[in-house]
């Protein structure tokens, strides 16, 4: 059986595709800019948990508490808490677990507050010192790494779009 061969009579344009080098250069720069992104909110989500975990504490009474579970919630399962601290003379009503999260979407995820609070472990909440009527019970929103992860998952990408970039920008100097 014979090999069948294929010949192209057309001269390419030998390299000087500008289009296509300038869609890479473009390509390259959104890329980046939206992997920016990533980072962005995770130094961001960072830095805010250890700005709370700076915060100072006040001995605080946990009043009432229960878990708020409803079809279409979201999170499905939401913590309501009420304590009272007293701060530089004040007293203040308090009714945040996490300054930024409402509740978690699985039930045994809140295990650890329930015992806590069944415990009677909850014994100081953190204070925002510029406006005392901002208080949680937990700074750090899940985890400190989740930032941390976020921001190096951000990075991994910006480094891929810098690469489709320079190869954009190379691709320019070459004949």
Known sequence: MGTIRFRSHHKGTGGTNKGGKFFLILFGLVWTAFSCVFVVLGVKSTFSDVERSSWPTAPCVVENFGVKSKRGLDPAFQPVIQYSYRWEGTY???????????????????????????????SECYINPESPAEAVIHPVNDTEW????????????????????TMGIKSFSKK
């Open 92 to 122: 203040y009503t308090g009714t945040k677990v996490w300054q930024d999260k409402k509740g978690v979407e699985d039930y045994h995820d809140l295990a650890e507050l329930i015992d806590f609070v069944d415990e009677g472990k909850i």
């Open 146 to 165: 989740g930032g941390i992860v976020f921001a190096i998952f951000g990075g991994f990408f910006v480094l891929i779009g810098l690469g489709i970039l």
